[in-house]
């Protein structure tokens, strides 16, 4: 067994602790160590984009992040999407357009692209279908989320206005 | 007795776009999977699977992995010689089943064939341990390719069966022979529908947990089929079916893959038994693509003949299908439902088919989105636009010309089925108008006369599916409902079917919440836990809605009756109509709301004769057929002589579900299916290489469409109620992917059709096309 290293992190707004082994990733840290499970895996090697989650603003893949990497980092999974019980637009906009099937792929979908939205108000059709392609989903054909991840930008860009 | 005023409903809820009742959790990160399962105590496993296609084990040693610190235990071949063998559930005249053990014997027949499993106190340890095992592999011969496979002196897949058949199959109607004779015109064609990977996001997991004290078995798993595998996994460990427990908690897409019983599933069971604490299994996206089914594998000889006038005569088959080599649930049945369906819409009296079921080196095929019926459609959707290219007439005219009428219906088919009901030609019509087509094709003829390769595809297809009347199925094809009023007037709807991302939360609680005529806040539904849940099926064959559906419908009725009965009593009148969610007395006006009849009705200070406490009644529906749903799509694509790379410029799909329940939640059917359907077509493909190794053996090399790969999607339907439910659905879960593939490749093959090309095998990937481009069409 290796030795454990302590990590200190902020997730969702909270300060976290937590003790893992120097090769975890953070996907594994995330969901064994410290309980958050909203975040998915689906290839373990950076294919899929299940396991998407903000680091200090950028998104990664967090199982090709190391859980130590997470030292002093800012993070946001899925679970700090909303605030409380106040869904984000991005949220709101996949529910009411059904823009998920079995879920599986969607916390990942729902980080990215929130994060897409904080840095460009107006994407283009291309634009969000070029961002999400890091992101797979075998149920929805893309459809739906990408009119989703339009009509949240709306939703965004009229609030701001 | 209270006089409320209820506000009765203006328009019921079955047929409106209304938001799914299970994305709030989805979308909050907060839904439970079988990966997000952990138990105090809890063990991992890791499996170790066979590096060689075929391959003879010399010796196996364990014991460097029992010594790693963590370890707590090994188990091999022969450490689960007790447990039964993983299940097919398909039977077929001198069918040959090989012995299907869940961990490898002497002999391993398949890459990623399970050796032995590691279990340890955490999942890097077990991956650890698992390098440690020392195998020595003697590797044989193996063959990959069925075609391959039949050739003499090929290497034995199984060595009792040198000839590597596992059944050969023959169904024919009407006089083909004589068809083909008197025909004007006969048309030939090989035609590939190639191996798929399903590749559902999640992959499969299991976690088991025995309790030695009550002699309880609980396994959690990713399935579509809680209930047959409860059935089957008890079998296989020798338990009492009411000893084992198996819940499915979110399932992270299905597509047919989790239609199985697989080798881990009891494997994991036998684990948590020997080492009395829970154990958790999760595959690697390596392990799925390797050892999870696949789909399609089909090598397929067609012949079509027909009048010169265009009419259809008859439809010959000669299909090759790759089986991998081990049965899985269903594989050997896949290909039998291809020959069913494989005159397609059309009126072909007289169709032969034989049927060659191929075992090779690779993992088993089975189920995958679609099941028989694409292969089928894209058979005969290609065979048609031959023909209408050899007799130079539009592919649209043909098929309108050679379509069941609608007025032929339920119609007999030569394959011995009965079409339930139908309009053939109103999707295609409705299709070519919403592409505008003869304008469609005079642009098209302008694009070409300028150098661009465009073309227009069409496909129309019927599909089998709300699998289905028991005869005809393997496990019993009825769907089961409870549905339960609590005191409050709160309802539950419990479903034997396990949906799995299709949405039954929202459609059965629309159903239920008319009938009833209370909001659908109050309703909710129960599925995928054996002991909580009575027996049930499944979700599979587009069967949810439209088996598990009518068995909500009918459980409903019989609760509706035994309200009346108590309103009746409560109100003193036999004067009583239940409606809007009240029972009101016609002569006085009085009412009873639902919730005042149900605290009464389990209070039970006053029973009506003969009825007993309770509200609370369950069905078990039967259907008497299967459902038969159709559709038209059209395809305009552009392939680029540049790149060879095909773009898909307008996709339209009009398909007939019959009535719907849920138009949003059709609508994701249709795309997702289509998108599948799509990656057939143009990307996706699962490669052995001759040795029997996976080359496609991650995301990175097998190509799974991506947000930037597809159209938009334009969908829209027409509606031909079943007559076989009383709902009047038909199914929608598998349209898009059969629809699609034909008409992508016939709007491709339309765009090269000047240089001489009459057909092209899947996936039309950019390599392919621009080859064929360079070469003036010559492949
Ligand atoms: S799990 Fe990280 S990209 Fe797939
Ligand atoms: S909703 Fe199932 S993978 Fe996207």
């Given at each position: 067994m290796h030795r454990k290293v302590p990590v200190q992190t902020t997730i969702n707004g909270e300060p976290v602790e937590f003790l893992c082994e120097p090769r975890q990733s953070l996907l594994e840290c995330l969901r064994d160590v410290i309980g958050l499970t909203g975040t998915k895996e689906?290839?373990?090697?950076?294919?899929?984009?299940?396991c998407t989650v903000l680091m200090d603003g950028r998104i990664v893949n967090s199982c090709l992040?190391?859980?130590?990497?997470?030292?002093?980092a800012q993070i946001t999974t899925v679970e700090g999407i909303a605030r409380g019980n106040q869904l984000h637009p991005v949220q709101q906009a996949f529910l009411q357009n059904a823009a998920l099937q079995c879920g599986f792929c969607t916390p990942g979908f729902i980080v990215a692209a929130k994060a897409l939205l904080d840095q460009e108000p107006a994407p283009s059709e291309e634009r969000i279908r070029l961002w999400l392609a890091n992101n797979l989903c075998r149920c929805t054909g893309y459809d739906k989320i990408v009119r989703a991840v339009e009509q949240a930008a709306q939703e965004l860009r009229e609030v701001k206005a | 007795m209270s006089m409320a005023t209820t506000v009765t409903k203006a328009e019921t809820l079955v047929g409106r776009r209304l938001r799914r009742k299970e994305d709030p959790r989805l979308i909050t990160g907060t839904a439970t999977y079988v990966d997000d399962i952990q138990m105090p105590g809890m063990h991992y496993a890791a499996i170790l699977r066979s590096p060689h296609a075929a391959a003879r084990i010399r010796s196996l040693n364990v014991q460097p992995a029992l010594d790693h610190p963590g370890v707590a235990a090994v188990f091999t071949g022969a450490d689960v010689a007790g447990v039964g063998p993983v299940p097919c559930g398909a039977s077929l005249p001198g069918l040959r089943v090989p012995a299907h053990s869940v961990l490898a014997r002497d002999r391993v027949y398949f890459v990623g064939h399970p050796v032995a499993v590691v279990v340890a106190t955490d999942r890097y340890v077990a991956a650890d341990a698992l390098d440690l095992i020392e195998v020595e592999y003697q590797p044989l011969p193996a063959v990959a390719n069925p075609e391959k496979a039949l050739e003499p002196g090929a290497p034995a897949v199984h060595p009792e069966w040198p000839d590597n058949l596992a059944f050969t199959y023959h169904q024919e109607g009407g006089e083909p022979d004589r068809a083909f004779a008197e025909a004007d015109v006969v048309v030939r064609q090989r035609i590939i529908s190639q191996r798929l990977i399903p590749t559902a996001m999640e992959t499969r997991g299991v976690v088991a947990d025995y309790r030695g004290a009550e002699k309880s078995l609980t396994i959690y798993s990713s399935t579509q089929i809680p209930h047959l595998m409860r059935s089957l996994v008890a079998q296989m460990l020798g338990l009492a079916e009411n000893r084992l427990r198996v819940i499915t908690p979110?399932?992270?897409?299905?597509?047919?893959?989790?239609l199985n019983v697989y080798a881990e599933e009891a494997l994991m069971g036998f684990v948590a038994m020997k080492i009395g604490k829970p154990v958790k299994w999760i595959e690697s996206r390596r392990e799925n693509f390797q050892c999870t089914i696949h789909g399609r594998g089909h090598v397929d000889y067609y012949e079509i003949a027909a009048r010169k006038d265009g009419a259809v005569l008859g439809l010959r088959l000669k299909l090759i299908q790759d089986l991998g080599a081990y049965h899985q649930l269903l594989t050997p049945a896949i290909p039998t439902l291809s020959v069913l369906m494989m005159p397609g819409l059309y009126k072909f009296r007289n169709v032969s088919a034989d049927i060659l079921g191929v075992f090779t080196n690779c993992v088993p095929t089975d189920a995958y989105r679609g099941a028989g019926r694409p292969e089928a459609t894209h058979g005969v959707e290609r065979m048609m636009d031959l023909l209408a290219a050899e007799l130079r007439m539009d592919p649209a005219e043909l098929r309108l010309l050679n379509f069941i009428g609608a007025d032929e219906f339920p119609y007999a088919t030569a394959t011995g089925l009965s079409y339930d009901s139908g309009n053939y030609a109103e999707p295609l019509k409705k299709a070519l108008d919403l592409v505008d087509y003869h304008r469609l094709r005079e642009q098209q003829q302008q694009a070409k006369a300028s150098g661009r390769l465009v073309g227009i595809g069409i496909s129309t297809y019927g599909e089998i599916c709300a699998f289905g009347p028991s005869p005809a199925t393997p496990a019993g094809g009825w769907e089961s409902a409870t549905v339960k009023i609590e005191p409050s007037g709160a309802v539950t709807v419990m479903t034997g079917a396990s949906p799995h991302g299709q949405g039954e939360e929202t459609t059965f609680a629309q159903i239920a919440a008319d009938e009833l005529g209370v909001p659908i806040e109050d309703v909710i539904v129960v599925h995928g836990d054996t002991a909580i849940v009575q027996y049930g099926i499944g979700t599979f064959g587009s069967r949810g809605t439209a088996v598990g559906g009518p068995a909500v419908y009918y459980a409903l009725q019989d609760l509706k009756a035994k309200i009346l009965k108590f309103g009746e009593l409560l109100l003193e009148s036999s004067d009583v109509t239940f409606s809007g969610g009240v029972c009101t007395c016609n002569r006085t006006g009085k009412t009873v709301t639902l919730a005042q009849i149900a605290a009464a009705s389990y209070r039970a200070m006053k029973l009506p004769p003969n009825t007993e406490p309770g509200l609370v009644a369950t069905h078990f529906w039967e259907p008497p057929n299967f459902a038969f749903p159709f559709g038209a799509h059209i395809v305009v694509s552009e392939v680029d002589p540049e790149t060879g790379q095909v773009e898909i410029k307008r996709y339209v799909a009009v398909d007939d579900c019959g009535k719907i329940i849920n138009p949003l939640l059709v609508d994701g059917q249709v795309h997702g299916g289509v998108v599948q359907g799509l990656g057939q077509a143009l990307f996706e493909q699962a490669v052995y290489d001759q040795d029997g190794q996976l080359v496609t053996g991650e995301l990175m090399d097998y190509a799974v469409p991506k947000a930037t790969m597809v159209p938009w999607i334009e969908s829209d339907h027409t509606t031909t109620p079943s007559p076989v439910n009383p709902l009047g659905v038909k199914g929608v879960g598998e349209a898009g992917t059969i629809g699609c593939s034909p008409a992508v490749v016939n709007s491709v093959v339309d765009a090269l059709?000047?240089?001489?090309?009459r057909h092209l095998d899947m996936p039309l990937t950019p390599e392919k096309l621009w080859k064929l481009i360079q070469a003036g069409g010559q492949a």
């Open positions: 689906g290839c373990n090697d950076g294919n899929c984009g299940a992040v190391l859980g130590v990497e997470a030292q002093g | 979110e399932v992270g897409g299905g597509f047919g893959s989790k059709g000047h240089l001489g090309v």
